[in-house]
């Protein structure tokens, strides 16, 4: 059971360059989620997937498209990447128990500089 | 605004000594609250969270938090520091408004250095 894994663990890009962080799941959780974590500022929700076939917007979504391609699989991606986008990236998962109840598990992060 | 304090960039504590993290929140109703510990190049990792019922939550590695809603607080507690429990560590509080899904807002994080 691997938990969450994301790829690639480190990118470098030039400004306005495009590419996509990639995240997997195999616990078979309904909900999916995109951060990004900044020095000093914690985490911050970019885009986040209640389940397969839908997303929803977060607190920093500007600059970002997500893709929910099936239900182990949540994509982040950079239209055209600018260096305010430089920051670790965290893809979670949770779902929710019989009480209702969500834990957030989350993946080992993808470090993006953008120069 | 919803928001989680974590009043101390850093705490340093003996080994042996024991360890209190401070977290604040200010959200309306009855949140669900949460720690996460982050090790160097690693994700974050659940730790304990508080749901409702006994206001002494225990988690993992020992940690437990003391959930005291007259002061929003969900401080993070152990009674023996280890130099292994050294890492960042963060709050999150999930409001019930959100229509149950578990969107987190996370604090700023707290350094914790336990020295031999």
């Known amino acids: 059971n691997a938990g969450v894994t994301q790829t690639p663990k480190f990118q470098v890009l030039k400004t306005g360059q495009s590419m996509t962080l990639q995240c997997a799941q195999d616990?078979?959780?309904?909900?999916m989620y995109w951060y990004r974590q900044d020095p000093g500022m914690g985490l911050r929700l970019i885009y986040y997937?209640?389940?397969?076939?839908?997303?929803d917007k977060g607190e920093v979504p500007n600059g970002y498209n997500v893709s929910r391609l099936n239900k182990r699989e949540f994509s982040l991606r950079l239209e055209s990447a600018a260096p305010s986008q430089t920051s670790v990236y965290f893809c979670a998962s949770s779902h929710r128990d019989r009480v209702g109840q969500e834990t957030q598990y989350f993946g080992p992060g993808t470090r993006l500089l953008v120069l | 605004a919803q928001s989680v304090a974590q009043p101390e960039d850093q705490v340093n504590v003996a080994e042996g000594n024991p360890l209190t993290v401070k977290c604040t929140y200010s959200?309306?109703?009855?949140?669900?609250l949460f720690w996460y510990v982050q090790y160097p190049n690693r994700g974050l990792q659940f730790l304990l969270k508080y749901i409702t019922g006994d206001n002494l939550v225990k988690g993992s590695y020992g940690f437990e938090a003391e959930f005291n809603k007259s002061q929003t607080s969900f401080h993070l507690k152990k009674p023996s520091a280890l130099v292994s429990d050294s890492a960042l560590y963060f709050c999150a509080v999930s409001p019930p408004q959100w229509g149950g899904y578990n969107k987190l807002i996370f604090g700023a994080g707290t350094r914790l250095a336990v020295h031999p």
């Open positions: 997937s209640a389940s397969e076939g839908t997303t």
């Open positions: 616990m078979n959780h309904n909900s």
């Open positions: 959200v309306s109703g009855n949140p669900y």
